[in-house]
């Protein structure tokens, strides 16, 4: 029996004798299934070949991600706080050496994920840290490709995790697609950590939005409307995406703009 892993998304399935027939996470018109067809691995085969490496980004805040390249390559987030850490998104691998160097940075209380796509191996997460609880939005509640207790399927438009820490439902990749809130990042002038819910473009001032970055499927004005009124009531001065990408200062006015300027792009 094995938990067999998605190669092209990264996704963890229940343990099996046979990989499942496809992956419903990459046959959705938002992923897609490799040119090669459907392949599989397991946490065995990838971890005498794959590290974590952990680096701090700014105080409070330390970035995870693989290398080389795991599957989609997105990269997660621990955020330290006076009332626990919190794992921001989540990446497939994980391993001792990685479990090790979390718990010298106080271990993880809590997951959050932003969408489908950064399920990767989050049982295998909270397993390796006390079972720490994994809150997804209920919209997702279909996603959910490895049933597990520690899953907390949540609902409405926002969840305060402790003080400080927020994570709002934003909608557009996904209907229940989320970022996270952390109001003591920037030094005191509030991060968003967005996922891809909102990438940050080359130009690192500005930001785009799609319903499928690797088929190139835009959102409509609405959606990306219901994307700035989500995050409007909150002060960011910084915003960190998934793949590497941070902003400079005055990451909410960036937003705006780059809203209204997408809106004008797709309805000219």
């Not at 190669?7 to 496809?22: I, L």
Request: contains cysteine; glycine residues 8%; proline residues 6%.
């Amino acid at each position: 029996m094995s938990l067999f892993i998605c190669a092209t998304c990264g996704t963890q399935y229940p343990e099996s004798d046979q990989p499942p027939a496809e992956c419903p996470i990459c046959v959705d018109d938002r992923q897609y299934v490799h040119p090669d067809g459907q392949r599989w691995t397991t946490l065995e085969d990838l971890r005498p070949h794959f590290k974590n490496v952990i680096a701090e980004v700014e105080p409070g805040l330390h970035r995870i991600k693989s290398e080389p390249k795991v599957a989609l390559g997105q990269q997660a987030f621990l955020i330290q706080t006076p009332h626990g850490n919190v794992l921001w998104d989540c990446i497939t691998l994980i391993d001792a050496a990685t479990v090790e160097a979390i718990n010298r940075l106080g271990g993880v209380q809590a997951i959050a994920v932003s969408h489908p796509h950064y399920h990767s191996a989050i049982v295998e997460w909270s397993h390796a840290f006390d079972h720490a609880p994994i809150y997804l939005h209920a919209d997702h509640r279909d996603w959910v490709l490895r049933p597990d207790p520690a899953v907390v399927l949540w609902e409405g438009e926002q969840l305060a995790l402790w003080d400080g820490v927020t994570i709002i439902r934003c909608g557009g990749h996904f209907p229940g697609s989320t970022v996270l809130h952390w109001r003591a990042g920037a030094d005191g002038r509030g991060v968003l950590l967005t996922g891809d819910t909102i990438d940050i473009g080359a130009d690192s001032r500005y930001m785009s939005f799609m319903y499928s970055y690797p088929n190139m499927i835009p959102l409509s004005a609405a959606k990306i409307r219901q994307i700035v009124r989500a995050v409007e009531p909150f002060d960011f001065d910084r915003m960190y995406e998934a793949f590497g990408q941070v902003t400079g200062h005055d990451a909410k006015a960036g937003l705006l703009f780059s809203a209204e300027r997408y809106i004008r792009a797709i309805t000219d």
